[in-house]
Every structure is written in C-alpha cells, then in structure tokens.
C-alpha cells in the first residue's frame, strides 16, 4: 500500500496560481497511476488529473486543462499539481490518489484531502 500526503492547499484569489504536493511513501516502487481528484462543497468527487502508471501519459478533466499541469519527480516520489488562473469554481478539498495497474481509484490509496479557496 502506498501512503500519500498532500501539502500547499490554501487561499488565493481568482486568476492566481497555487502548486500541490503529494508525497508518496510505501511500497513505491510497485506500479501505480497517480492523480489528484477534488470534492467541492456538495458535489461529488471529480477527477482532476492523471499519469498512467508507467508516466508517459497524462489525462485532464476539460475543466483544468490548459490551466491545470500534473508532473512527478520519482527520485523523490512526489507529484506535483501546478494550479493557474484559477477560478472561484476550482474551490474545493484536493486529493492525491495512487492506484494499482488492474485497480481502480477507489480501491486505491488516497491522502487526507487539503482545501483549496479561490476568492472572487
């Protein structure tokens, strides 16, 4: 099982940037996809972003892209989440997840959330 713990959360104003970090401790050096997924205020958990397990390939929700950049350093097993021009609708509880190569996000291993506030 992989541990995961988000990090850089907070308040910032709309058209601003934040960056997100995700360190992964575990058995790291087994297989896995890691992405950020957000939950806001009385909605569902959504994806956000992604790279396949291998990390040749990145996926975004139509809502991030362009604004949105997801990236790894594996030496240091950490993910990034560089956050720009966000929007009053970006505000919510950010989530690192790893899952297994034949798993799901739900059966995979997530951090304990950080809030995310874009002030209008």
């Known amino acids: 099982q992989v541990q995961l713990v988000e990090s850089g959360g907070g308040l910032v104003q709309a058209g601003g940037s934040l960056r997100l970090s995700c360190a992964a401790s575990?058995?790291?050096?087994?297989?896995?996809?890691m992405g950020w997924f957000r939950q806001a205020p009385g909605k569902e958990r959504e994806f956000v972003a992604a790279f396949s397990w291998n990390g040749d390939n990145t996926v975004y929700a139509d809502s991030v892209k362009g604004r949105f950049t997801i990236s790894r350093d594996n030496n240091r097993n950490m993910i990034y989440l560089q956050m720009n021009s966000l929007k009053p609708e970006d505000t919510a509880v950010y989530y690192c997840?790893?899952?297994?190569?034949?798993?799901?996000?739900?059966?995979?291993?997530w951090g304990q959330g950080m809030q995310v506030t874009v002030s209008s």
């Open positions: 997840a790893a899952k297994a190569v034949a798993g799901t996000w739900n059966a995979g291993s």
């Open positions: 575990g058995r790291t050096f087994s297989p896995y996809a």
